[in-house]
């Protein structure tokens, strides 16, 4: 069960049962604190709840084991409860997040992105860096939005945060993605590069057929693992309980969140596009008139616009993945604190 409970007019949350019984113990809630979790139809004073079952014992709190993660029951729960992918609404709120903390979340997003980018130019070795990096990188930013998106703080470390909360699992998550999503199109692309080996005058229609029809269950696969990695540092779960559950829960809204990525990835083409545009129109002015040096500083005045746009918008691409992986597995309390 996940609760919540209210601060100083802002909510926090979720935590599972072993965290909020730290919390009691700790006596962060009080008799009048405001709680709130999937029971409740309301915010209510924790008081009131207390009154109604047994008082919490200390001795039996600090020693309990945490209630380990039954994805079958959380799947459940989503499945009964229901829910939807509002695109407009997830977009909307990660502009917002973003807008209100840019400095933070674009240069975090900057610098996770520099890492990985930087580990795969190395030579030879980039591979194999890439492989041991890249899925705690991506679960490290995706911690870094999960934090804000629930009000809590977060700092530029929570990026890297992949590397100490289920390491060993987030690397064989992106691992098996990287697998399972290419595997569909590799039996078409080894053909098309044996048809033109063979036959350099003839278009080889039957492969690119299958290459064609292999990217059917690409796509599919590439939705619906989507939340694969934020279940893994999230919840802590293993990879492939995390692939089970995230394709369970996405399959029975599958076009909704394939319409999210869509719209998102739309999004990163058009600011792309428009800041090579205007890269292009602003270069193509002044470089025939200008020095040799001038010319190298319009050559990095136009890359760093084009940096700038796509570190603009990435940080809004995360987030709405993020409040679209809240809304499902960790739903908000049903009423808005004042």
Known sequence: MNWYYAEAGQQRGPFDDAAWSALLAEGKIKPDTLVWHEELEKWTPYAQLTAQQPPEIPAIVETAEPETLDPDVLAGRIIARGYDVHIGSCIGRAA???????????????????????????????????????????????????????????????????????????????????????????????MLGIARASHPGQPPLGAALLTLLGLIPM?????????????????????????????????????????????????????????????????????????????????????????????????????????AYEDIFNPHPAETLS
């Open 96 to 190: 917002s997040l973003v807008r209100s903390r840019f400095l933070l979340t674009a240069g975090t997003t900057f610098v996770v992105y520099l890492i990985l980018m930087t580990g795969g130019l190395i030579p030879i070795l980039g591979f194999f860096i890439g492989l041991l990096i890249n899925g705690p990188l991506l679960g490290g930013l995706y911690w870094f939005f999960i934090r804000l998106a629930r009000g809590e703080d977060a700092s530029v470390g929570d990026g890297f945060a992949g590397f100490s909360r289920n390491f060993l699992q987030l690397i064989l998550c992106s691992i098996a993605i990287g697998i399972l999503v290419m595997v569909w199109v590799m039996p078409g692309v080894m």
């Open 219 to 323: 796509i599919y696969f590439s939705v619906a693992w989507i939340f694969s990695i934020p279940l893994v540092v999230d919840k802590k779960m293993d990879f492939w309980p995390a692939m089970q559950l995230s394709r369970r829960i996405v399959h029975r809204r599958w076009w909704q969140m394939f319409g999210l990525l869509f719209v998102c990835g739309l999004l990163v083409f058009v600011i792309v596009f428009v800041a090579v545009l205007i890269s292009a129109l602003l270069g193509a002015s002044i470089i025939h008139s200008a020095e040799m040096q001038s010319k190298l500083a319009i050559i990095g005045l136009i890359a760093g616009v084009m940096v700038l746009a796509i570190i603009s918008v990435l940080p809004i691409i995360f987030a709405s993945y993020v409040y």
